[in-house]
T-cell receptor, first 118, second 114 residues
Framework: AQTVTQSQPEMSVQEAETVTLSCTYD???????LFWYKQPPSRQMILVIR??????QNATENRFSVNFQKAAKSFSLKISDSQLGDTAMYFC???????????????FGQGTILTVHP | ETGVTQTPRHLVMGMTNKKSLKCEQH?????MYWYKQSAKKPLELMFV???????ENNSVPSRFSPECPNSSHLFLHLHTLQPEDSALYLC?????????????FGNGTRLTVT
């Protein structure tokens, strides 16, 4: 079974600065998908960024980027130029390809609460 | 506006009550999910429906009963719940599998069992 670990229960950062959230996972699969989701106080889980394990290039979405280290099974999220609206709980998630099916199961970490201070 | 809508937003029920949570997706997806989010615990997958057929049931107690009448609607029927069932219940949907088919979530139902 896959496990996902986020070792930082809480983080804080000043507005406009950069912060990195950590995530490690354990799997015997060679191909899989990794995601970062954001859950603001509105409670809706919002996809922030995704990464395919077979791609060596780190994914980037505007101010959000990842540092994917496959051998170390590490998938950290870097938020640049932090904004007040980035305040939320961030979840790292793992998806194993489900061959022959039309759905995918996500395994989540415990989450990291990020607070951006003005 | 979210493509996945959950009602009610909040629910308080006694241990002997029967209630239902509703989820509706407007994205044309073919898979729907129920997750339970408890404080200080990772999200737990409860049920998965693919093409209206239940394909996953992660050892969820029988006091939780899912129903998927069509590809756009998913219900979670609740009866004889326990206080430890108090949590945020999240519905999600997806189309296909893989990184190009991420899950889209609703805003959740905050359930309190008294």
């Amino acid at each position: 079974a896959q496990t996902v670990t986020q070792s930082q229960p809480e983080m804080s950062v000043q507005e406009a600065e950069t912060v990195t959230l950590s995530c490690t996972y354990d799997t015997s699969e060679s191909n899989y998908y990794l995601f970062w989701y954001k859950q603001p106080p509105s409670r809706q889980m919002i996809l922030v960024i995704r990464q395919e394990a077979y791609k060596q290039q780190n994914a980037t979405e505007n101010r959000f980027s990842v540092n994917f280290q496959k051998a170390a099974k590490s998938f950290s999220l870097k938020i640049s130029d932090s904004q007040l609206g980035d305040t939320a709980m961030y979840f790292c998630a793992f998806m194993k390809p489900s061959r022959g099916t039309s759905y995918g199961k996500l395994t989540f970490g415990q989450g990291t609460i990020l607070t951006v201070h003005p | 506006e979210t493509g996945v809508t959950q009602t009610p937003r909040h629910l308080v029920m006694g241990m002997t009550n029967k209630k239902s949570l509703k989820c509706e997706q407007h994205l044309g997806h073919n898979a729907m999910y129920w997750y339970k989010q408890s404080a200080k615990k990772p999200l737990e997958l409860m049920f998965v429906y693919s093409l209206e057929e239940r394909v996953e049931n992660n050892s969820v107690p029988s006091r939780f009963s899912p129903e998927c009448p069509n590809s756009s609607h998913l219900f979670l029927h609740l009866h004889t719940l326990q206080p430890e069932d108090s949590a945020l219940y999240l519905c999600a949907s997806s189309q296909g599998t893989g990184s190009n088919s991420p899950l889209h979530f609703g805003n959740g139902t905050r359930l309190t069992v008294t």
